[in-house]
């Protein structure tokens, strides 16, 4: 049995009954939880390979939150810097092989895979950052977002946490995503893999996206498929006071099969005229 395996039915016991933080053992499993995360062995979801979709790891989630109800405020000095919080900052990023420029935080409870950089952002507890991923200058990744390798968030991005209810999906970018300046991803919503969203693109669970590409709107919500090359738009709606004017998403293109990633994404960039 893992570590793991003998600490979930501990955390899952405590979350039900918070009076047994005072035991030593449950306190243990879920510290010793937050630290796996911290060190990259556990992650709030995961894919398999040949997965269709993502599976919610609710219990890692309720240790984050007993976290906090274990941890007290306290104060942190960081060279010319004061924090007064419940969570520590990361360590150990030189030997983890990733670059935090300050003022840049990382929450510990955070993994970030080799070769990540986080420019003055900020990576919230749970969350996990990709390899060679660029965390852009103000921009957020909230708690327990999933961003998966060689995503550029870009400036002013926010990735929104979806910590609460512990079942809950996270936010999820996956492999090869290109995020353009202050677009928002939050409440669980997917992108899928390649995928280039433009600058100040919303989504949202309940954001329309419009695939726009073939003969007729197709519309869904709370996913992009891959390789989308995505806009902000909007569609008429009529409410009791006339027709206004609704943000939406639009699918203008795909990010086309026959070049790479960096390639792919000029091309996207130049082809569709998408703002970043």
């Known amino acids: 049995m ?11 016991a405590a979350f039900r009954d918070r009076a047994l933080l005072k035991d030593a053992a449950h306190e243990a499993a879920v510290l010793a939880t937050v630290e796996a995360l911290d060190k990259g062995r556990l992650r709030v979801a995961s894919k398999a390979d040949d997965a269709a979709e993502w599976e919610v790891h609710a219990w890692v989630k309720e240790a984050i939150l007993l976290y906090f109800a274990l941890r007290a405020m306290e104060k942190i000095e960081i060279g010319p810097f004061e924090f007064h919080d419940k969570i520590p900052l990361k360590k150990g990023l030189d030997a983890a092989s990733v670059r935090v420029v300050p003022p840049g935080v990382v929450r510990y409870g955070a993994f970030l895979e080799p070769g990540a950089i986080v420019m003055p952002g900020y990576v919230n507890i749970g969350a996990r ?7 852009d200058t103000w921009a957020t990744v909230g708690s327990c977002a999933q961003i998966g390798s060689d995503v550029h968030l870009a400036g002013g991005v926010g990735i929104g946490g979806v910590l609460e209810p512990p079942g809950a999906r996270p936010v999820i970018i996956e492999d090869g995503v ?12 997917v992108v899928e893999r390649e995928s280039v969203i433009g ?3 919303v989504l949202t669970a309940s954001t329309v996206v419009i695939d726009v590409t073939g003969g007729a709107p197709v519309e869904t919500r709370g ?3 891959a ?3 995505v806009i902000p738009g909007t569609r008429m709606k009529r409410f009791p006071a006339g027709e206004f004017g609704v943000p939406c998403a639009l699918i203008i293109g795909q990010r086309s099969a026959s070049t790479d990633r960096k390639v792919s ?7 569709f005229g998408v703002p970043v």
Request: zero cysteines.
């Open 2 to 12: 893992s570590t793991s395996d003998a600490d979930r039915p501990l955390v899952e």
């Open 223 to 225: 996913r992009i498929p």
């Open 129 to 135: 950052v990709g390899a060679r991923s660029m965390v």
């Open 199 to 201: 600058a100040g693109v």
């Open 178 to 189: 290109f995020v353009g300046s202050r677009a928002i991803v939050v409440e669980g919503v």
């Open 227 to 229: 390789r989308s090359v």
């Open 265 to 271: 994404l000029n091309a996207a960039l130049r082809d």
